[in-house]
Nanobody, 130 residues
Framework: QVQLVESGGGLVQAGGSLRLSCAAS????????MGWFRQAPGKEREFVAA????????YSTDSMKGRFTISRDNAKNTMYLQMNSLKPEDTAVYYC???????????????????????WGQGTQVTVSS
């Protein structure tokens, strides 16, 4: 069983920055495709960004490109989400997710849909004040 623990959330003013971390308790972390999702009150879960096994490829939605950067450090079993120029509409609970390599061997593919992932963290709250 893989455990994911997010941290780094908090309250920040519009235009500010936060760096979220996702620590994974698995020895083969480098074989997991990882992703960030978020869910605002009253809204459906939304894809934020994804990263392939080695971190060589990343993807994020157009509204977040240039503001959010996903990265990973496989030596530390940790994934990150650097969020800059935050807006009030970025307020949400942010979740990290991991896709097991037992599904298929695709180290160069990232996924944007929730059901593509097998493990989820408990979430970390990000609140952006105007």
């Amino acid at each position: 069983q893989v455990q994911l623990v997010e941290s780094g959330g908090g309250l920040v003013q519009a235009g500010g920055s936060l760096r979220l971390s996702c620590a994974a308790s698995v020895r083969t972390f480098s074989s997991y495709t990882m992703g960030w999702f978020r869910q605002a009150p009253g809204k459906e879960r939304e894809f934020v960004a994804a990263i392939t096994w080695s971190g060589s490829s990343t993807y994020s939605t157009d509204s977040m490109k240039g503001r959010f950067t996903i990265s990973r450090d496989n030596a530390k079993n940790t994934m990150y989400l650097q969020m800059n120029s935050l807006k009030p509409e970025d307020t949400a609970v942010y979740y990290c997710a991991a896709r097991s390599p037992s599904r298929d061997y695709k180290p160069y593919v990232y996924y944007t849909e929730g059901p593509e992932y097998d493990y989820w963290g408990q979430g970390t709250q990000v609140t952006v004040s105007s």
